[in-house]
């Protein structure tokens, strides 16, 4: 069984930062892109960035400039650096293959912004 592992989410204040990161087995890291989905409670599960094996990065358009996703080679690992979060930005975050395989989905890590 595919265990992919988030982590890191936390209570964050309205326009505070948080870094989730996900955990992912090397035989899925090395061979796909990979992402950070939110789902909001009562909300479909949305891509919120991505990130290819080249390391070139694509954001949705609302998080642009304030998201940093990176992968680590070293530790399998992929990293959401999130900035200036929003309350709209509350929610589970999964991380997951571009596409993603329903296989693979976590537990997901829960980031709550509230003052």
């Known amino acids: 069984q595919v265990r992919i592992v988030e982590s890191g989410g936390d209570l964050v204040q309205p326009g505070g930062s948080l870094t989730l990161s996900c955990s992912v087995p090397?035989?899925?890291?090395?061979?796909?892109?990979m992402g950070w989905y939110r789902q909001a409670p009562g909300q479909q599960r949305d891509l919120v960035a991505r990130?290819?094996?080249?390391?070139?990065?694509t954001y949705e358009d609302s998080v642009k400039g304030r998201f940093t996703i990176s992968r680590d080679n070293a530790k399998n690992t992929v990293l959401l650096q999130m900035t200036s979060v929003t309350t709209a930005e509350a929610g589970n975050y999964y991380c997951?293959?571009?596409?993603?395989?329903?296989?693979?989905w976590g537990q997901g890590t829960q980031v709550t912004v509230s003052s």
């Open positions: 997951n293959t571009w596409k993603p395989n329903d296989a693979f």
């Open positions: 990130i290819n094996l080249y390391h070139a990065p």
């Open positions: 090397g035989d899925i890291f090395s061979r796909w892109t």
